[in-house]
């Protein structure tokens, strides 16, 4: 019900667009997010956005002024817009799904009920 795209492979200092598209989900209702997992290490949160308007959005402090998050509800997408990408990025990222949308879980996999598939990025050095 989500598909994640936009991955590849790129240059430290290059940029990438991770795109999610919902199918059978009115993403405007849901808490957004963007999570990734490098091998070996657990998934973690990189970005969040609220219901609705997305008015309020949160990003890891590894990201925080390189990455943006967004939302387009009239084409049930969310976006990642990542910029000044380094190899410690380097990850399958996904998206996910909260309809509980409690804003205070927002970096918690466990509060997202749908996840997409993933998509690889990885970036040389």
């Known amino acids: 019900q989500l598909q994640a795209s936009g991955g590849g492979l790129v240059q430290t200092g290059d940029s990438l667009r991770l795109s999610c598209v919902a199918s059978?989900?009115?993403?405007?209702?849901?808490?957004l997010g963007w999570f990734r997992q490098a091998p070996g290490k657990e998934r973690e949160f990189v970005a969040g956005?609220?219901?609705?308007?997305?008015?309020?959005?949160s990003y890891a402090d590894s990201v925080k002024g390189r990455f943006t998050i967004s939302r387009d509800n009239a084409k049930n997408t969310v976006y990642l817009q990542m910029n000044s990408l380094k190899p410690e990025d380097t990850a399958v990222y996904y998206c996910?799904?909260?309809?509980?949308?409690?804003?205070?879980?927002?970096?918690?996999?466990?509060?997202?009920?749908?996840w997409g598939q993933g998509t690889q990025v990885t970036v040389s050095s």
């Open positions: 996910a799904a909260s309809s509980g949308g409690i804003w205070s879980s927002r970096d918690s996999p466990r509060a997202y009920d749908y």
């Open positions: 956005i609220h219901r609705n308007s997305g008015s309020s959005v």
């Open positions: 059978g989900l009115t993403l405007r209702r849901y808490l």
